[in-house]
């Protein structure tokens, strides 16, 4: 079986664009949950969607959105672009969610973004 | 506020020797996973652990939830073992900081 996938791997967006990430999880898997990794630091978490609904969201700004479709995989939209959204960005899906959130999570390899 | 220690920050070891990697977290958890980050960034999830002690060829861990604190022990360490070790309890919403782990042929 696939992985959870995304893309692209690699991006370069100039300040005040704005980005969509891609994230297709795990067959089977109806969560997804975002993560934001600046270097040398932990994962951060942004978002997590079950069922096509929003169940968590982290202390981001409002600038950053995610969306999931009926077929479970996600986008995580970013507008006007700062310098310090630089990071590797991550997608992990898991087979439950919701309250319990009681279930192993699986990464993608990430979305490196670099904001100049 | 919710915290995750990790310790040691780095360790440095020989091909071949053994390591014990700690996590303590502030709250109460129902589960707790246990991560490998490769030096290309890849994060492998290595165990699934909120209770209890597992074990996975070389690495195993164990979780004592009543005191806040879960350990993964690395046997025999090989170079591929480089890389950042993350612990995540309170259902992945808070990672820990992470054990920078680098073995030397």
């Known amino acids: 079986d696939a992985g959870v996938t995304q893309s692209p791997t690699h991006l370069i967006k100039t300040r005040g664009q704005h980005v969509t990430l891609r994230c297709s999880p795990i067959?089977?898997?109806?969560?997804v949950s975002w993560y934001q990794q600046v270097l040398g630091q932990g994962p951060q978490f942004i978002f997590q969607?079950?069922?096509?609904?929003?169940?968590g969201r982290g202390n981001f700004p409002d600038r950053f959105s995610a969306r999931q479709f009926p077929n479970y995989s996600s986008e995580l939209n970013v507008n006007a672009l700062l310098l310090g959204d630089s990071a590797l960005y991550l997608c992990?899906?898991?087979?439950?969610?919701?309250?319990?959130?009681?279930?192993?999570?699986?990464f993608g390899n990430g979305t490196r973004l670099t904001v100049t | 506020g919710i915290q995750v220690e990790q310790s040691p920050p780095d360790l440095i070891l020989q091909e071949g020797a053994n390591s014990t990697l700690r996590c303590n977290f502030s709250?109460?958890?129902?589960?707790l996973q246990w991560f490998h980050q490769n030096p290309w960034g890849q994060l492998i999830n290595l165990f699934y652990?909120?209770?209890g002690t597992k074990q996975n060829g070389r690495l195993s861990a164990t979780t004592v939830a009543t005191e806040r604190y879960s350990l993964l022990y690395i046997s025999s360490s090989q170079t591929t073992d480089s890389g950042v070790y993350f612990c995540?309890?309170?259902?992945?919403?808070?990672f820990g900081t992470g054990t920078r782990l680098t073995v030397i042929p």
């Open positions: 992990a899906s898991s087979q439950a969610g919701g309250s319990s959130y009681n279930s192993p999570l699986h």
């Open positions: 067959s089977g898997h109806k969560s």
């Open positions: 969607y079950y069922e096509k609904e929003e169940r």
């Open positions: 709250d109460s958890v129902n589960n």
């Open positions: 652990i909120p209770s």
């Open positions: 995540a309890p309170f259902n992945n919403l808070f």
